[in-house]
């Protein structure tokens, strides 16, 4: 699996847009990028995945640079519910049983 | 709410003692993955079930076992605890093995 890099902690003002960036420069062609999200000690919540196109859903966006080196997740309108650890995984999509490896993720503050 | 559930929320055991930590899957997922997480090694990937047979093994201790049952509900015995094992266990679904995995709200397992 691709190993991540992303920024240990990030701070963003209420209703503000949070962009959290990711780097995964060894990712290969048969990995989607997936971001998943902890808030405090609660199971991890999927946000969203995407392979070389941009996606969005009702949660955030996902920017893929077109080298597939970096993404950026973007939460557009941050409240303080969205304070959590974000993680960033890269995994294959073409092997079967592959789990998740989860690395330290950013941990995004949310403040008023 | 994923739609996974986990039973107890919380246990409390001594050192040298077995408990059994219960996943109920999503609706139509086959595929059921184990998670621990711990303080100091973060969230790491123990085994992984599909449609009753074992797909995939992280780091899982001897000590540790799980299977899943006919009607897709997945268990995580833990024996001879000790200290260390104390953690979060995270169960996660997804519907295939490739597809999305949505996770639990967890077991926080306490040795004393």
Redesign the interface.
Known sequence: DAKTTQPTSMDCAEGRAANLPCNHSTISGNEYV?W?R?IH??????II?GLKNNETNEMASLIITEDRKSSTLILPHATLRDTAVY?CIGRP??Q?????????GTTLSVSS | D?G?TQTPKHLITATGQRVTLRCSPRSGDL?V?W?Q?SLDQ????LI?Y?NGEE??K?NILERFSAQQFPDLHSELNLSSLELGDSA?Y?C?SSET??E???????T?LLVL
């Open positions: 997936y998943y902890q000690s609660q199971g991890p919540q999927y995945h993680y999509f073409n079967a049983g592959t789990a998740l490896i989860f690395g330290k | 994923s996974v595929s993955y998670y997480q973060g969230l790491q990937f992984q599909y797909r995939a992280g979060l995270f996660a093995l490739q999305t995995q949505y996770f639990g709200p967890g926080r």
